[in-house]
């Protein structure tokens, strides 16, 4: 079974400055899509970026950017020019696509990340 | 576009009682997620449709939770009787097309505590 691990609960970051978030995962799949999704605080859940597992060059979202290492089974997220908008729980999340076509999330725990002024 | 929308936004309900909550999902959006955040995790798909019909419902308690969408657009997740462990909050989601390019729109959720 596919599992997602974010080890930081918890991160801060000053306003312009940028912070990296840390994803894990464990699969013995090939191929397999990854997510970083947003949930501002009383708001909805959005999606940031998303890497195909088959493409090794790195997704990038204007100021969003992943450091995806596949061997490592690894993908950051990199907020760059960081915004007090950018205060939400992010969380990494996983997909296997299947015959039949369920799009099926694991997500990780969250990390909580808050820009401060 | 109008948002994928959900009713209640918070329920608080003694263990025992029942509970439903609703999802429109975005015009069109054949696929349809409700999925279960307990706080501290991340959400867990408890069942998906594809028009009105289940694709996977392999994590949903079917001794206690239900989940119905006739027509193929809004949807109805039920819980008889509640546990204390189902208080959560509970989020639906919808996308266009099956696929992994077919990103999830999600709905602010409905909060359940169960007393």
């Known amino acids: 079974a596919q599992t997602v691990t974010q080890s930081q609960p918890e991160m801060s970051v000053q306003e312009a400055e940028t912070v990296t978030l840390s994803c894990t995962y464990d699969?013995?799949?090939?191929?397999?899509?990854l997510f970083w999704y947003k949930q501002p605080p009383s708001r909805q859940m959005i999606l940031v970026i998303r890497?195909?597992?088959?493409?090794?060059q790195n997704a990038t979202e204007n100021r969003f950017s992943v450091n995806f290492q596949k061997a490592a089974k690894s993908f950051s997220l990199k907020i760059s020019d960081s915004q007090l908008g950018d205060t939400a729980m992010y969380f990494c999340?996983?997909?296997?696509?299947?015959?039949?076509?369920?799009?099926?999330?694991?997500f990780g725990t969250g990390t909580l990340l808050a820009v401060q002024p | 576009e109008a948002g994928v929308a959900q009713s209640p936004r918070y329920k608080i309900i003694e263990k025992r009682q029942s509970v439903a909550f609703w999802c429109n999902p975005i015009?069109?959006?054949?696929?349809l997620y409700w999925y279960q955040q307990i706080l501290g995790q991340g959400p867990k798909l408890l069942i998906q449709?594809?028009?009105?019909?289940?694709?996977?419902d392999s994590q949903l308690p079917k001794d206690r939770f239900s989940a119905e969408r006739l027509k193929g657009v809004d949807s109805t997740l039920k819980i008889q009787p509640a546990k204390l462990e189902d208080s959560a909050v509970y989020l639906c989601?919808?996308?266009?097309?099956?696929?992994?390019?077919?990103?999830?729109?999600f709905g602010p959720g409905t909060r359940l505590t169960v007393t």
């Open positions: 999340a996983f997909m296997k696509p299947r015959d039949g076509a369920t799009n099926k999330l694991i």
């Open positions: 699969t013995s799949e090939n191929n397999y899509y």
């Open positions: 989601a919808s996308s266009l097309w099956l696929g992994p390019q077919g990103e999830q729109y």
């Open positions: 890497q195909e597992a088959y493409k090794q």
């Open positions: 449709f594809q028009n009105n019909g289940v694709v996977d």
């Open positions: 015009s069109g959006h054949a696929t």
